[in-house]
Nanobody, 119 residues
Framework: QVQLQESGPGLVKPSQTLSLTCTVSGGSITTNYYYWSWIRQPPGKGLEWIGYIAYSGSTYYSPSLKSRTSISRDTSKNQFTLQLSSVTPEDTAVYYC???????????WGQGTQVTVSS
């Protein structure tokens, strides 16, 4: 059973960088052919895909967030990390990490973590 767990600050000030880590257990983030995504849901809105880091280490980001997004990984800890820079209150959301395939179908999700951007 694969499990994902998000961790990081719940409150970030405007203009700062949001940083979240997803710790994966029960499976390796380097296993072919999985894609490890970050997804968020702002209050009252639908899910928004942010980006992924693939089993190979390659990354791909949402065009709307690409300029502010970086996803990296630590294979020794089986973790991957989201950094979103220059945040504004519009980045307030529940942030999820998830395992998906090439078709963006997700089979395992973290429980989600609330991040609020406020001074």
């Amino acid at each position: 059973q694969v499990q994902l767990q998000e961790s990081g600050p719940g409150l970030v000030k405007p203009s700062q960088t949001l940083s979240l880590t997803c710790t994966v257990s029960g499976g390796s983030i380097t296993t072919n052919y999985y894609y490890w995504s970050w997804i968020r849901q702002p209050p009252g809105k639908g899910l928004e895909w942010i980006g992924y880091i693939a089993y190979s280490g390659s990354t791909y980001y949402s065009p709307s967030l690409k300029s502010r997004t970086s996803i990296s990984r630590d294979t020794s800890k089986n973790q991957f990390t989201l950094q979103l820079s220059s945040v504004t209150p519009e980045d307030t959301a529940v942030y999820y990490c998830a395992r998906g395939d090439y078709a963006y179908e997700y089979d395992y999700w973290g429980q989600g973590t609330q991040v609020t951007v406020s001074s």
